[in-house]
């Protein structure tokens, strides 16, 4: 693996990208959010007894978070920016080092492209700590966990060290329950390629076994910890009142709801991925218009409530008005439950998202890639939803898209395996394609620099 990464044309995108986080630790400060406000000051005398004890209280009162709040309080007791610069930059390498190989260090470019373009300001509601090492950190240890999948499909032999290391990668990032969920998720898709492909040995069924039994004790940590019941019942108060008379049904539609609102009218990664479906589709796929018309849903509706919303409000104002009282945190309740307008969004997004899923499927000739494919997007998908059983899904920021974002960064290099040596044929269509994401990782890490500066602008 390091004869591969000291290849040249790997070893490139690692430096840019290993430059830029730098420059951005070195230039991040902490204005304001929970960093300050709490975690800076919660144990005036930091030692093993106070943490243990902090730690208990925030189990018992708060949160089940107790893994990734352990080195939450040691870096913010002091405020260790410099610290937590390094371990945080070396968690943005784990990441980048960790997709690059489950991408077989094919088109390089792209991936540090798409990563250079995630916002970094999304990180900066709760302050920079808490939010990296919340959100971010566990993605990263997850990440890092899926290595000994790949591993283990590709028949790589996994030694003790390995599995030492990515065992407690995972163990981390099960700590946080999305993180759980989502690997989970990803690692049922595992078996089920292992199955069908006949590769599971004893030492393999033993380790995935231990793999699943550390994920289901992140959920089942967090369904049972009493903070995390005391701080539901806190922020139904504060938040969302009328949560309590939710049904499952409601709660389920409450998370595609809000999911769907933000992907499709926030989310750069969900328009790039939309773009290019459609974009392979026409191109490539044969042009059978049930075909592009199926991968054109998801793009029209993504357009239809950005670029093009203020041209449907001028003809159509009712609809656009229907999915901003959605987006202000309107919900199907006793009022209009009865009207078919209430219903329509849901509808909408359900329809737009399997059209996405069936598009993602004609673009892959090889079934158990398409499977995959489809089944990384639903897990990213299944991470965000799981917020509408949260009363604070209104509350929650873009942030927790994180894993949906980085499952898309890993379907597109995906598609760019599966169409680049036909996009390679077309010099001028490569040309044009480098320029545009070349130019909007430039836009974004501008963009980023001047959020992690300014941040308290925002």
Same mark, same amino acid.
């Given at each position: ?12 995108y690692i430096?840019?990208?290993a ?7 070195l230039?991040m400060k ?8 709490y ?12 943490? !243990? ?16 709040e352990?080195?939450?309080f ?8 410099v ?9 943005? !390498?784990?990441?980048l ?11 390089n ?10 916002p ?5 509601g709760?302050?920079?700590?808490t939010a ?6 566990p ?15 590709s ?22 329950e ?6 989970t ?16 040995d004893?030492?393999k069924i033993v380790?995935?076994?231990?793999q699943?039994?550390?994920?289901a ?5 967090a ?7 005391a ?8 938040w969302?009142?009328s ?24 989310d750069?990664?969900w328009?790039i ?16 218009v ?6 054109a849903?998801p793009?029209?509706?993504?357009l239809?409530?950005?670029?093009l919303?203020?041209?449907l ?19 199907v ?6 009207s078919?307008a ?25 079934e158990k890639?398409s ?6 997007i639903?897990?990213g ?7 509408g ?19 898309i960064i ?5 598609l760019?395996e599966e169409?680049?040596?036909?996009i390679?044929a ?7 394609l ?16 001047i959020?992690v ?5 925002y």
């Amino acid at each position: 693996m390091i004869k591969t990464i000291r290849k040249k044309e790997n070893f490139k995108y690692i430096v840019i990208y290993a430059l830029v986080i730098a420059f951005y630790q070195l230039v991040m400060k902490e204005y304001y959010g929970d960093t300050l406000a709490y975690f800076a000051r919660a144990i005036p005398d930091m030692s093993v007894s106070s943490l !243990m004890a902090e730690l208990h209280s925030r189990y018992m009162g708060w949160t089940s978070r107790i893994l990734i709040e352990v080195p939450l309080f040691i870096l913010a007791h002091g405020m260790h920016m410099v610290l937590f610069g390094i371990a945080n930059w070396i968690m943005h !390498m784990m990441l980048l080092l960790s997709l690059m190989y489950l991408t077989d260090y094919k088109h390089n470019r792209v991936l540090v492209c798409l990563m250079l373009i995630y916002p970094v300001a999304l990180m900066a509601g709760s302050g920079w700590m808490t939010a990296y090492i919340t959100y971010f950190w566990p993605l990263a240890c997850g990440v890092t966990a899926f290595v000994s999948l790949k591993k283990m499909y590709s028949g790589e032999k996994l030694s003790v060290l390995q599995v030492f290391f990515f065992t407690l990668c995972l163990v981390f990032a099960a700590d946080l329950e999305v993180s759980a969920i989502f690997y989970t998720c990803i690692l049922c898709t595992f078996i089920v390629m292992m199955i069908l492909a006949k590769r599971f040995d004893s030492l393999k069924i033993v380790y995935t076994v231990c793999q699943l039994l550390i994920c289901a004790c992140g959920i089942v940590f967090a369904l049972t910890c009493p903070g995390n019941e005391a701080r539901k019942l806190s922020n139904i108060a504060y938040w969302f009142p009328s949560y309590t008379s939710f049904t499952v049904v409601d709660k389920a539609v409450l998370g595609v709801n809000s999911a769907f609102l933000n992907l499709y009218s926030n989310d750069i990664f969900w328009l790039i991925l939309c773009v290019s479906v459609c974009l392979l589709t026409v191109i490539f796929g044969k042009r059978e218009v049930k075909r592009v018309v199926i991968s054109a849903i998801p793009l029209t509706v993504t357009l239809i409530m950005t670029v093009l919303k203020p041209v449907l409000g001028l003809y159509y104002p009712e609809m656009v008005s229907l999915f901003d009282l959605f987006a202000d945190k309107k919900y199907v309740d006793a009022t209009n439950y009865n009207s078919l307008a209430a219903y329509i969004p849901f509808i909408i997004f359900v329809i737009s998202a399997v059209a996405l899923l069936l598009a993602i499927i004609e673009l892959f000739e090889d079934e158990k890639r398409s499977f995959f494919a489809c089944a990384v997007i639903v897990s990213g998908i299944m991470s965000r939803l799981t917020l509408g059983f949260s009363p604070t899904v209104f509350a929650s920021g873009k942030r927790t898209f994180i894993f949906l974002d980085f499952a898309i960064i890993y379907i597109l290099v995906y598609l760019s395996e599966e169409y680049g040596a036909r996009i390679k044929a077309r010099s001028g269509a490569v040309a044009i394609l480098r320029a545009l994401m070349i130019l909007m990782a430039i836009v974004a890490v501008v963009a980023n620099v001047i959020a992690v500066c300014n941040v308290y602008l925002y």
